[in-house]
């Protein structure tokens, strides 16, 4: 792969396992030196760490900051930049979810998703800014969601929250035109990773469906592919949008979810 952002530093949440790991690989790839941030035992971060820095040569940072607190995403940014230098990619990727009907909805968990989906990203993307400002190039992709663009029932605070960050997306990239910055969002729908593995045996529990006819008839029914998106390939349209060709992209939210918002 051509190392065409050598010299970068990209800042990625969610970063230490499924799609944010897949990204921060593929930034990585590309030359870019690597702040992770998320969840993981001590043994798995290390093991991520030093993977990312072995295979492509580059400086890899780990920080534990929990993007719910602004205190410590200013932390996170603090600590980034005097490790690796000003951050010039921001890849707003950590995200949770909770199902519910609305009049059962718990308040304490719509904060939370709303916190770590939406608030996160905006707090990374207020500090990260004066800086890609200064030095006329930036990058920031937001991994929102076909729930970005669309609901389903029993995710108020996952829908909410991923309308809200195309929302978010658009006027960064009104704001920043003119400095030499972009900001775009992802819309993904169901990337095969171990999560979902997890969604699928637990559906196939409860509902006493096999595996496969979790995936077709409940996990994918919304895919026009009937296919799981993979993860690298979000990872490498990233790489576009952070690339000389992606420079007069901004502003965008960017359907990769096999045709599910086609109709």
């Known amino acids: 792969m051509e190392r065409n ?38 043994t798995e971060i290390e093991t991520c760490k030093s993977k990312i820095k072995s295979t492509h040569d580059v ?21 980034v930049t005097r490790q690796l230098g000003p951050i ?12 519910s009907p609305l009049e059962d909805f718990p308040d304490d968990k719509w904060d939370a998703v709303i916190a770590l989906n939406l608030s996160a990203a905006f707090h990374l993307t207020k500090a990260v800014l004066p800086g890609m400002r200064a030095r006329k190039w930036g990058r920031i992709v937001n991994i929102s969601s076909a729930h970005g663009l669309v609901a389903s029932p029993f995710k108020a605070a996952y829908v909410a929250s991923k309308h809200g960050l195309i929302g978010l997306t658009k006027v960064t990239a009104l704001e920043t035109a003119r400095d030499g910055i972009t900001c775009n969002a992802l819309c993904p729908g169901f990337i ?13 529990r409860a509902t006493g469906i096999p595996r496969e006819r979790v995936v077709e008839e409940i996990i994918l029914a919304k895919h026009a592919t009937r296919e799981f998106v993979q993860a690298d390939q979000v990872a490498t349209f990233i ?22 918002t086609a109709s």
């Open 5 to 42: 952002l050598l010299g970068k530093t990209a800042l990625v949440t969610g970063s230490t396992r499924g799609l944010g790991r897949e990204i921060a690989e593929n930034l990585a790839a590309a030359g870019c030196s690597i702040a992770l941030n998320g969840f993981g035992t001590s």
């Open 59 to 79: 400086e890899v940072f780990y920080h534990g900051a929990d993007l719910t607190i602004p205190s410590e995403i200013a932390e996170l940014t603090t600590a």
């Open 88 to 99: 010039d990619i921001l890849i707003n990727n950590a995200g949770m979810q909770f199902v």
């Open 192 to 204: 095969h990773t171990d999560i979902i593995e997890g969604q699928i045996a637990e559906q196939s």
């Open 239 to 260: 790489l576009l949008l952070c690339s000389t060709a992606g420079a007069s992209t901004t502003g965008t939210a960017i359907p990769i979810d096999g045709g599910w």
